[in-house]
């Protein structure tokens, strides 16, 4: 089940699936999401117990294409077993019948709705679909009404069944009314529910749409998190499989596969892509041990992963009259501890650690995290200015970018 944030980017954090247990607590199958908390942190109450049988698919080895059709048109809901050519759900009780409405949105919040779950789930072997498959073998999540349609508290925003990864013919519903059909928070709730249909628990990291904290946006992680909801715990799935960790991403391409075949190059998000020009990526990759402050990184240089990125975004030419911003985008399947941005002019260089940066009249820069992305505002000047960056994880790994060069203007 999902719960709501408040805040202008708020996005669903839901509860767990049914038939699991932590520690010794039954957790709710149905996810519950809580509608104007504050910014971060805030965790809805588990919704109640979904009854029968865990849901479970065929005993084959390897991933599995999905279909996953989002059904804005409305449906009489029964309930029994899964079942989404016929219309059955097994959150509703045995002998519960439910007309769900359609999605009362714009016809365009609908289509971005669309596209955005799209453009999340594009790298893995996930096929969505708005019209109903005629073949079985799909999952179909509802997506309109409101929670007391089914019997949920209001700040229910999502429910649905956690598969065990093979099986496919799973319903969720979205309450997007609940959500005030809002792009963002509908989106990411359905990306919530999917994941669940398709055997991820949830995470303890606000950058995945798996997690109840927020941040920001949220992709599906390669990085290795801790599941939980207000705090870590083990990770744990239907057919007894458990963990420490869950890389969300990897989870699904393992249940899946990737969309041709392998993991995409990672690249600048869109959003800061449409802002800013990427002036230089990774370069290489290094194993060092030597301090952030130096110009150069002994070390002997290992191969980069498809997972590992770090993208350099500014303007390359503008007013130097005040301060420059750049942009330090990282994509890793590690943690990420710190960025630093190197700025050269004809009379220095100088290192600014966005960690480490506080502003006073000697240090002329401030640097804000958010996620993985690092915005450094630098004092300007005239002249060229050679950009480059270095992220680093916990184990003395360093993303290397290139170098760019931008011109400052009067």
């Not at 719960?3 to 996810?31: D, F, H, N, S, Y």
């Not at 409101?146 to 209001?154: F, G, K, N, T, W």
């Not at 130097?320 to 960025?339: K, L």
Request: with cysteine; hydrophobic share 40%.
């Amino acid at each position: 089940m999902g719960k709501l944030q408040g805040g202008r980017r708020a996005t669903c954090a839901l509860t767990i699936a049914a038939g699991l247990v932590v520690g010794a607590v039954q957790v709710a199958a149905a996810e519950a999401d809580r509608h104007g908390g504050a910014a971060r942190g805030l965790v809805a109450p588990r919704g109640p117990a979904v009854r029968g049988p865990a849901v479970r698919g065929p005993a084959v080895r390897g991933p599995r294409p999905a279909v996953i059709f989002l059904n804005g048109a409305g449906a009489t809901l029964r309930g029994g077993l899964n079942d989404p050519v016929h219309d059955r759900a097994i959150v509703l009780g045995e002998d519960q019948r439910v007309e769900v409405p359609a999605f009362s949105g714009a016809p365009e919040a609908w289509a971005r709705i669309v596209a955005c779950v799209r453009e999340e789930l594009a790298p893995f072997a996930i096929d969505v679909v708005t019209e109903r498959p005629r073949a079985r073998g799909y999952a179909m999540v509802m997506i309109g009404g409101v929670p007391s349609l089914v019997q949920q508290a209001e700040q229910v925003a999502g429910v649905t069944r956690q598969g065990d990864g093979r099986a496919r013919e799973i319903v969720a519903l979205v309450f997007s009314e609940a959500l005030k059909n809002d792009v963002t928070d509908v989106c990411n709730t359905v990306l919530h529910e999917t994941g669940h249909i398709l055997g991820l628990d949830h995470v303890y990291g606000c950058e995945d749409p798996m997690s109840y904290l927020s941040c920001g946006e949220k992709h599906f992680q390669m990085e290795a998190l801790p599941c939980g909801e207000e705090e870590p715990r083990s990770c744990s799935y239907v057919g007894g499989r458990a963990g420490d960790t869950q890389s969300s991403a990897l989870l699904l391409a393992e249940h899946v596969g990737w969309r041709g075949g392998a993991p995409p190059r990672p690249r600048p998000s869109p959003e800061l892509s449409r802002r800013l020009p990427v002036l230089a990526t990774l370069e290489r990759v290094v194993e060092a041990s030597s301090s952030l402050l130096e110009q150069e990184l002994p070390g002997a240089q290992v191969a980069p992963t498809d997972a590992m990125a770090i993208s350099v975004l500014a303007q390359p030419r503008q007013r130097g009259h005040g301060f420059v911003e750049i942009v330090v985008e990282v994509t890793s399947d590690r943690y990420i501890s710190d960025a630093a941005l190197r700025w050269v002019s004809a009379e220095q260089v100088l290192v600014f650690s966005c960690g480490h940066l506080e502003a006073t009249p000697e240090i002329s820069a401030s640097c804000h995290r958010q996620g993985r992305v690092f915005t450094f505002r630098v004092r300007g000047g005239y002249g060229a200015r050679e950009l480059s960056a270095v992220a680093y994880d916990l184990r003395e790994l360093w993303l290397v970018s290139g170098r760019a060069t931008i011109e400052l203007t009067p």
